[in-house]
C-alpha cells in the first residue's frame, strides 16, 4: 500500500472544508462497462496498492422490471408497463399513460417491507469502522423520472403535465428519504447518488424548470440528510454551472465530477470555491483512453493546481466509468499519480 486510508474523521475535515490539505480518493477504481470483460484481475492487480479512502455501500434497490426479492411489486415498472424485450434502455417507458398514474402508484416499490435490503450496508461499517462510508444507489430525480417515463416524454412533462409528474416526484422522494434513514441506521457517513441534470453544452433543461420541478425535491433530501447527521455527496455529468449554486444554496455537500470539457475548471472555483467540496473526476473520455501516461499524469497535476485550497474541500475521482480503451498503463499512471498527490505534498 502507497499510503494507508484516511480515516473518516480525515475526510469529514476535507468534506466540510475545516483545514486539511489532503486530498482523498474515491471512485477512482470505477471500471465502465466492458473494462472488467477485457483487463479482469489486472485491474485488481495494477490497483492493488492504491488506497481506498471512502467505502461505498449499496442496499437492495427496487429492479427495474423484475423484483430482486419475493415481493413481486418492488420494482420499477408495474403490471401494466409495456414490455421493454427489443427496445434500448432510453426507449423504455414504464409509465407511458398518466391515467394509469394511480394504479402505478399502488404498486410502488415499498423499501420498508424489504427485510435484509440494508445488510451490506451495516457490514461495511463494522467491517471498516474507522473509514468514511457512503450509502449509494443511481438515479435519483431527474434520472428515475425520465427512466419510468421516457426521457422525451419528461422533458414535456415539466411543462404539459407538472401536477401529475408532482405525484409521481413525490413518491420519489418519499422512498428516498426511508432509504436515507435506513442507510443512517446502518451508521453510514454520508449519501451519495446520481442525477446526469446537464448535456456537455448545457441543462437538460431549463434553469427555471429546475428550479420549480426538481430544487424543492433536493431541498427536502438534503435537509434529511443533515438532520441525520450525513453528507449529501451527487454525481451530475455534463454542464450544470447554471445550477449549481442554487445546489449549494439548499445545502449540497460534495459535486462530482465537474466533467471535462463542459466547464471551465477555473471558473468554476472562482464562482463556488469555498462553499462546497469538490470531488473532480479525471477526464474518462479523451484523457484516459488517448493520453500518453505523461500526460495523465499531468492532467491530474492541472486539476490538483485548479481545485486544492488549503481549507480542504477537494478529493480526486474518475470522471466516470473508465472505458475499455483505456490502456493499463494509463489507468496505473492515473492512479499511482492520484495518490502522490493526495497526500497532502502536493
Not at 468534506?15 to 473494462?35: C, I, Y
Not at 447518488?193 to 427536502?220: H, I
Not at 455534463?238 to 465537474?258: E, F, S
Request: charged residues 25%; proline residues 5%.
Amino acid at each position: 500500500m502507497i499510503r494507508e486510508p484516511y480515516t473518516k474523521d480525515v475526510v469529514r475535515g476535507v468534506v466540510e472544508r475545516r483545514g486539511s490539505d489532503v486530498v482523498p480518493l474515491t471512485f477512482h477504481k470505477w471500471w465502465g462497462q466492458g473494462t472488467w470483460d477485457k483487463y479482469g484481475t489486472q485491474l485488481l492487480d495494477i490497483g492493488a496498492d492504491i488506497p481506498e479512502d471512502v467505502r461505498v455501500a449499496t442496499y437492495t434497490v427496487p429492479g427495474a422490471y423484475e423484483s430482486p426479492t419475493s415481493d413481486p411489486d418492488y420494482r420499477w415498472a408495474f403490471s401494466g408497463s409495456p414490455s421493454p424485450e427489443g427496445t434500448s434502455l432510453d426507449a423504455r417507458i414504464q409509465l407511458p399513460d398518466w391515467r394509469d398514474l394511480d394504479a402505478y402508484l399502488a404498486e410502488f416499490p415499498k423499501i420498508d417491507r424489504q427485510v435484509g435490503a440494508f445488510d451490506a450496508a451495516r457490514a461495511m461499517v463494522r467491517s471498516h469502522p474507522n473509514q468514511y462510508v457512503l450509502g449509494h444507489w443511481w438515479y435519483c430525480f431527474y434520472e428515475r423520472l425520465w427512466a419510468i417515463r421516457g426521457m422525451q416524454n419528461v422533458l414535456l412533462d415539466f411543462i404539459e403535465h407538472p401536477a401529475e409528474l408532482k405525484r409521481l416526484s413525490q413518491a420519489i422522494l418519499d422512498h428516498h428519504v426511508k432509504v436515507i434513514r435506513e442507510f443512517a441506521a446502518a451508521g453510514v457517513d454520508g449519501i451519495f447518488t446520481s442525477d446526469d441534470l446537464g448535456s456537455q453544452r448545457a441543462l437538460m433543461m431549463s434553469p427555471a424548470v429546475f428550479r420549480r420541478a426538481l430544487k424543492p425535491l433536493y431541498a427536502e433530501l438534503f435537509a434529511e440528510c443533515h438532520s441525520l447527521g450525513l453528507h449529501f455527496w451527487l454525481h451530475a455529468c455534463g454542464n450544470i454551472q447554471a445550477i449549481l449554486g442554487d445546489l449549494i444554496d439548499i445545502g449540497l455537500d460534495v459535486i462530482h465530477p465537474i466533467q471535462a470539457h463542459t466547464m471551465d475548471y477555473q471558473e468554476v472555483v472562482d464562482r463556488f470555491g469555498g462553499r462546497i467540496t469538490f470531488l473532480v473526476g479525471l477526464d474518462v473520455q479523451h484523457l484516459l483512453p488517448e493520453g500518453t501516461a505523461g500526460e495523465v499524469r499531468a492532467g491530474v497535476q492541472e486539476i490538483a493546481r485548479v481545485f486544492r485550497r488549503p481549507e480542504g474541500g477537494f478529493m480526486l475521482a474518475a470522471g466516470n466509468g473508465i472505458m475499455p480503451e483505456t490502456p493499463l498503463g494509463n489507468i496505473r499512471a492515473f492512479l499511482e499519480e492520484a495518490t502522490r498527490l493526495s497526500a497532502g505534498s502536493g
